[in-house]
């Protein structure tokens, strides 16, 4: 290279021949950015492209989720001529009714979820058999049922069974139902039935509990089923109608989606914060590696600017074949992670490719890129080439200018993160609290090293020259103590979020629930219905209440009340106000419930209808002692006044109403009890078996549901979401891993020239060992309780902000994960030592 060619900037051409020929072919040096940014880009990737994968077949197979364009929904009643009418004038309906119920078959009984259906439905979709045959709605007295159903009552198809006081014929098993995902949770194995099927085996009397479902497909498809919506409302603002549409067809499902999808995202951005901490600490150590090659290319006058694209575009290169191997794992792990939620949520088998969280996953990586790399690298440019000839002299350098480039870097990730997020405050919460925390451990390591410079020096040589090595000039205290906060407090997270929520599985819900729920026990067969199951198992628990359907119509002062119809947005915390809710009437406060507010009434109250109401209804529709609730129960309005505020114990499992009425406002309405069976400890399935055919032979319009099937479905919901959070959280503890052994070979080079003279001056191997493990048992017993603290924090946010379950961690569980993270540490400190005893001191020397 010639004078002349070097007297001026090199150009994009000439930089990237240098950069090319210097870099290496398997990236020594820049590995540590490489795996750091695949990490977080090929986590990203795979929570991108499987959130918007489901989000895709939940929108463009709304129609057959749902069963129709729009779907309306009412308890206790059917539609009347006037309703039906204005509805039918939106397109074709499909209608029919949802309930639980009890099937028999000789010594069989067993719960079920009753569905009767008309002959139109389904109105999209098509319901396949698990023979392979298509079919439609059952006719007659036949009837499909899912296989948990046949299995139950021990029956195969073509055989009787009953339902009520009809005999049904099992006409096939169930493969797929298409509106099965916006049914919602299932109380038991589903019975499809013809529609007339419940009304002649007697089980939709009055007061019965009952949903009917009404399906509308469209005449016109370029209807907003929006609009449609609001239109009926306006014209039936007291009909007690819930609605769902296309778009919408399982809010429930996208409820978890968008939550899943938020803490992985959180997930993947932790990735990436800790990621960025290697890639500043790898960035140092490769520009320090470099250090002689610098130098030549300065001696031989090349720029500072020349440097920086030279280096720059090694970084790049790194940067981009990490972020496209991240992408590409993100994309081929997609199918396993949708196979572990199967069941739970609709996922398109195979391959998905989404641009949109791909372009995002990418963008996020090579942003944290180059926020990390930006201050390593302006830095280096500045350094004088006779200081990097020097390679025994430590490098430093107070500019503090290169840290705005990483501001802004790091502040491109933020504004990423808010425009593309749906919890804007969870995320700003998440952001704002890793910031702290790098801050927090920064300002620790400056601590630490202070502290170990004004400490006694110990009497022991090896324990003082591992406190010499935290504040030696050149020190990586820094970098190792940000490495080991984080990678201990993913250790922390992984293992709390994961036995918390281990912990809602096993301990609190079974041991608080009864045996059986008992649904529309006629009230005038109480005491029979008492007398059975005491007289199959004596001292049992038993708990009934009345049970009616109803909605608020309006709430609020007596002179200002506010119709629900009008509003644009049911106000946060007051879900009460959604649709029918569970009504009863008591003299007693409830088991369970505690009074915040107001005074319970006497028995037999005979003044002004009253009403108690949940403390988050009061507090979410801003009520008091003395409003007014209007509420509408069975197509007749009724008023009230709120008497007092409860706190509801939810975890009970018993009976738990947000509204619970006085006896006079709302007991004239047609009802019945609803019941809670908790049996003796000794009671055995063979005597469960027989209570349950009891039942059905004395009360065959009641239906019984088994709290044990319900526990089993919710637990294996809850595992399937511990087993995403558990992979997903597995990658912060790679990243902090990553990160981790990173620092720890980035010291290693300064290491080297110690280690050396340390052996020439006649220490032992094992005394260089124990030396290093000092230093780093030092620094990893310090951040230990900073990392228990920051995990938990961070797993407190996830479990009660995100996943609203309850704080339940094994503390024991965690501190033994804890403990294992640190016997890591201390395992890769002796591994990353070990090829330091193989320097050659002959030649180590030669270069001080």
């Known amino acids: ?446 601590a630490i090293q202070k502290l170990a410079r004004s400490a006694p020096r110990p009497s022991n040589p090896l324990l003082r020259s591992a406190v010499t090595n935290l504040h030696r000039p050149g020190a990586p205290t820094g970098s190792l103590v940000t490495a080991l906060g984080f990678g201990l407090a993913a250790f922390v997270l992984l293992a709390a979020v994961q036995s918390a929520i281990d912990g809602n599985i096993q301990s609190r819900v079974p041991a608080e629930a009864p045996d059986y729920f008992v649904l529309d026990v006629p009230r005038e067969g109480e005491e029979t219905f008492r007398g059975l199951i005491e007289e199959q198992f004596p001292g049992s628990d038993i708990r009934a209440v009345p049970t009616l359907r109803g909605s608020v119509l309006a709430f609020g002062p007596e002179d200002a009340m506010q119709r629900v119809a009008d509003l644009e947005e049911i106000p946060e915390g007051a879900w009460a106000l959604r649709g029918e809710r569970g009504l009863t009437y008591a003299d007693e406060l409830p088991v369970g419930n505690s009074l915040t507010e107001g005074e319970w009434w006497d028995k037999g109250h005979s003044g002004d209808p009253l009403v108690s109401i949940d403390a988050q209804l009061a507090e979410g529709a801003d009520l008091g002692i003395g409003d007014k609730l209007t509420i509408g129960v069975l197509g007749i309005e009724r008023t009230v006044t709120v008497a007092n505020i409860r706190e509801i114990d939810w975890e009970s499992m018993g009976f738990n109403y947000a509204l619970v009425f006085s006896e006079n406002a709302i007991s004239d309405a047609p009802h019945n009890l609803a019941a809670t069976i908790e049996l003796p400890a000794s009671a055995g399935n063979e005597g469960r078996g027989e209570l349950l055919r009891a039942m059905v032979r004395e009360f065959p319009s009641s239906s019984v549901v088994e709290v044990k099937d319900v526990l089993t479905e919710a637990r294996t919901i809850l595992q399937q979401v511990g087993l995403a959070t558990l992979a997903a959280a597995a990658v912060t503890v790679l990243a902090g891993l990553a990160v981790l052994m990173g620092a720890i070979a980035a010291a290693r080079a300064a290491r080297m020239r110690d280690t050396v003279i340390l052996r020439v001056l006649g220490a032992s191997r094992k005394q260089v060992l124990l030396m290093q493990l000092a230093e780093y048992g030092l620094l990893a017993g310090l951040l230990a309780l900073v990392a228990l603290g920051l995990g938990s924090a961070l797993a407190w946010v996830i479990i009660t902000q995100l996943f609203e379950f309850d704080w339940l961690p094994a503390w024991g569980e965690v501190l033994s994960v804890l403990g294992v993270g640190l016997f890591m540490v201390l395992a890769f400190a002796l591994g990353g030592s070990l090829p330091l005893l193989r320097a050659k001191p002959a030649q180590a020397l030669r270069e001080l």
């Not at 020929?21 to 820049?30: H, Q, S, V």
């Not at 979820?113 to 059952?138: F, I, M, R």
């Open 1 to 446: 290279m010639s004078a002349a060619e070097t007297s001026a900037t090199l150009s994009w051409g000439g930089a990237w021949r240098i950069a090319r020929r210097d870099l290496n072919a398997r990236f020594r040096g820049l590995r540590l950015l490489l795996v750091c940014i695949f990490l977080g880009t090929a986590a990203l990737a795979a929570i991108g492209t499987l959130t918007a994968a489901i989000e895709r077949e939940l929108e463009s197979n709304g129609q057959e989720l749902l069963g129709g364009d729009l779907e309306i929904e009412i308890w206790q009643r059917s539609l009347n001529a006037e309703e039906l009418s204005a509805i039918g004038e939106y397109g074709e309906i499909s209608g029919g009714t949802r309930l639980q119920a009890m099937a028999s078959s000789g010594e069989n009984a067993a719960p079920v979820e009753l569905k009767a259906v008309d002959q139109k439905w389904p109105l999209y979709g098509t319901l396949t058999l698990n023979d392979g045959s298509a079919t439609g709605a059952p006719t007659g007295n036949n009837a499909y049922l899912g296989q948990g159903a046949m299995d139950r009552l021990d029956i195969a198809v073509g055989e009787t069974f009953r339902v009520g006081t009809v005999d049904l014929v099992a006409a096939g098993v169930i493969e797929n139902e298409p509106d099965r995902l916006s049914e919602g949770f299932q109380l038991g194995p589903t019975i499809i039935v013809a529609e007339d099927v419940p009304g002649r085996a007697g089980l939709l009397e009055p007061g019965s509990l009952y949903e009917s479902k009404y399906r509308v497909a469209f005449a016109n498809q370029a209807r907003d089923p929006g609009e449609v919506e609001e239109e009926l409302t306006e014209a039936f603002p007291n009909s007690g109608f819930d609605f769902r549409t296309r778009d919408r067809a399982s809010p429930g499902a996208d409820r978890f989606v968008q939550r899943m999808s938020d803490f992985l995202t959180l997930v993947g951005l932790a990735a990436l914060v800790i990621a960025g901490i290697g890639i500043a600490g790898g960035v140092s150590s490769y520009l320090e590696a470099r250090r002689g090659s610098i130098a030549t290319l300065k001696v031989l006058g090349a720029s500072s600017t020349d440097i920086v694209r030279i280096y720059a575009m090694q970084i790049a290169v790194a940067a981009l074949i990490g972020s496209a191997a991240g992408l590409t794992v993100g994309v081929l792990v997609t199918p396993v992670l949708g196979a572990a939620l199967e069941g739970l949520l609709p996922v398109e088998a195979g391959f998905v490719i989404e641009p949109a969280p791909l372009l995002l996953a990418a963008a996020y990586g090579l942003l944290v890129a180059f926020a990390f790399a930006a201050a390593p690298l302006l830095r280096a440019r500045t350094f004088p080439a006779m200081a990097l000839m020097r390679s025994s002299t430590p490098l430093s350098n107070t500019d503090w200018r290169p840290l705005l480039w990483t501001g802004g870097g790091i502040a491109a990730v933020c504004i990423l993160a808010l425009v593309s997020t749906n919890q804007l405050v969870l995320t700003a919460g998440f952001l704002f609290g890793a910031g702290g925390a790098l801050l927090a451990l920064g300002a620790l390591g400056i």
